[in-house]
């Protein structure tokens, strides 16, 4: 399974990545945690992209496509692979078919901006592992302290709300025409957020057919 997660920020890719790559048991690469480990690192492409990223504005796409081509080459991408925040502009999803990256579907998890904005300001994500929770929706077990590795949790710059209704209007300028691009090529298939974690993922798996 090829699959590609479509959705605004905060639409819940991560979280629902995170589940079907265990329930398929496929990597899921994640073109933000990538950057955001990246900046922690202080590489050039970590330099390069911390301006983008702090001020919600998209990273420039021969940076991104490299970072995508260098991980899909990765011998646990064999089988499959979920991507969740790429492609996010048609010159990326143009760029992936001229690689020759294959995708069996791109799925689009469905929101109101306004349900993105309340949910934005209660993530929290660990600085360490860039695991995501909500303070509501998905807790941690102990307050402010990732349950995988222990690092603190802290919230994102690019989740204030200022910079969230900027990634929002990105994301609907040039992230969501890609709907109507897989729509062409038949790969589209879309599910309605819902209340909870687990019957959005009850959704998406009906759609999935897993
Ligand atoms: P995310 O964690 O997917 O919300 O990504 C966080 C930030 O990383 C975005 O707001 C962009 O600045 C950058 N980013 C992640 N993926 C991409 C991409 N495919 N193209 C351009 N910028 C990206």
Redesign the pocket.
């Known amino acids: 399974m090829r699959l590609i997660l479509l959705g605004a920020?905060?639409a819940g890719?991560?979280t629902q990545a995170e589940i079907l790559s265990k329930t398929l048991n496929i990597p899921t690469i994640?073109?933000?945690?990538?950057?955001?480990a990246a900046m922690r690192e202080g590489t050039p492409v970590g330099l390069e992209?911390k301006t983008?990223?702090?001020?919600?504005?998209?990273?420039?796409?021969e940076?991104?496509i490299n970072i995508?081509k260098d991980r899909l080459s990765k011998d646990d991408c064999r089988p499959g692979y979920i991507l969740?925040?790429?492609?996010?502009?048609i010159p990326?999803a143009e760029a992936m078919e001229k690689l020759g990256i294959e995708v069996d579907c791109a799925l689009s998890i469905e929101i109101e901006d306004d349900v993105i904005i309340k949910r934005m300001s209660g993530r929290r994500t660990c600085k360490n592992c860039?695991q995501t929770f909500h303070i509501v929706s998905n807790p941690p077990k102990i307050d402010g302290i990732c349950d995988f590795c222990g690092g603190e949790l802290s919230v994102?710059k690019?989740d204030a709300p200022e910079t969230v209704k900027a990634?929002l209007e990105?994301y609907h300028k040039e992230t969501e025409p890609l709907k109507a691009f897989y729509e062409k090529r038949n790969r589209l298939v879309s599910v309605e957020n819902q209340p909870s974690v687990e019957a959005t993922t009850a959704e998406i798996r009906k759609v999935l057919g897993v």
């Not at 983008?52 to 796409?61: E, I």
């Not at 969740?84 to 502009?89: C, K, V």
């Open positions: 920020p905060g890719k991560g994640s073109t933000g945690n990538i950057l955001r992209a983008y990223v702090d001020a919600g504005k998209l990273v420039p796409d940076v991104i995508v969740d925040g790429f492609p996010r502009t990326q860039s994102r690019d990634r990105i």
